[in-house]
């Protein structure tokens, strides 16, 4: 048992189960922190760090714009990380948990949709000239922008490159596509500002349409273009995601907290259970963790191990209560549990970590190490018991992942019957602290 116990103070049955439990060598905690180690020593290395610290950092500068008098202000903001490690687009990049990447979202696809609907009932396509004091720019618009917002000569029905070639027009074509936000929103921008916003600027073409943004913003190969629509995926489907995220983490601080809990926690757990039992809990909670997160958070890039390490908390609460009878000091173990898991609830309404992750992730251990741990008995009628609430967990963790990819895949926009469901995720102890933005249900109201 994971809990202190006198073998005197128990009966000869109780003591020979306890006397002939296997032990085992904790293999798959320590390979597993390993590579959680290695996996951020390899993001440092490779990738770029958010600004440390609480709230958002905003930038401010000015660029040359489309729009009279051709230039302008633009604010940037840039979500900081108390964990010391990267920022939100570099995360997206390595495999984190982020579900516009993992499935057709209905709310990003209706934007798309909405968009471009709108820009085909305003005159059609064409290369919109701009005077400029020293040169003249071009950029690929509809009349109606061209005309009303940029003050431009429109030469309906082709590019600007196109337009050049024909004519030997000496045009400067300085707005291209940038992929500037994390949603796949694109905008036509100068590359310097695309750099100003982060984003993937695209100066081989000329048109949003023809960008699929959402492809640059995942990386691991990208999104296939839709054959019809080319500025929207066919069916991504980065179903890894669910698994990736237990490997990276949203900083050193955070490393080190997930690493201490699977080294004093884990260790102890796969000494009794070996590492087959405990490699299904692990991964079976952290799946599950980061599914119930995709159907909370969904445009919220999120990593780390955390709903794991919940899972094997949730292992702790069961051995507990299946070795109640022997445990010295009950009353106590259970408050140190208690305290632990609200410690844990606490650390997660801090910006990044995911507490639907996490209470995901214990929702399913609890079933998982129903299943999979090893128990003794006290008795025909404990021993009874214990081998009913293992076969009622097995279809109950199966209707667990059925139920809750559905509602991922197919539901979708469960946001909308808990509004206030954010404050599980992230308490505003600061005005700055979190970053609304960036968990918003709404993709275009995602600052990232």
Sequence with gaps: PLFRSDKDDVDTFVRMQLESLPQFFPIFIIIISVGQVVAMGVTAYL????????????????????VPPYTAHYTHTVPKNMWIGPDGRYLIHIGAKFTPCMREDTKIYAGYAKKYEEESTQGGYGCCIIERESYRAGAYTTLRQCEDEYKGAFQPSEKCAEYVARTGDNILIEFRPCCATITGNCLLTSSDLCDFYEGTFHPEEESCQEVNCLSDVCGMGGLKADANNTYQPSNPNQWWRFITPLVFHLGFIHLTLVILFQLFVGWNIEKTAGWLRVFLIYFISGIGGYIISGIFIPYMPVAGASPAAFGLLAVLVIELFQTWQIVKRKAFELIKLCVIIVLFLLIGTLPYVDNFAQIGGFCFGLVAGIIFLPYITFGKWDARRKKILVIIAVPVLFVMFVISLVIFYHVQNTQTFCPNC?????????STICNDALASPDPENVAL
């Design 47 to 66: 990738g770029s760090f958010a600004p440390i610290g609480l709230g958002v950092d905003v930038k401010n500068e000015s660029f040359s714009s489309l």
């Design 422 to 430: 954010k404050y599980v995720n992230c308490v505003p102890y600061t």
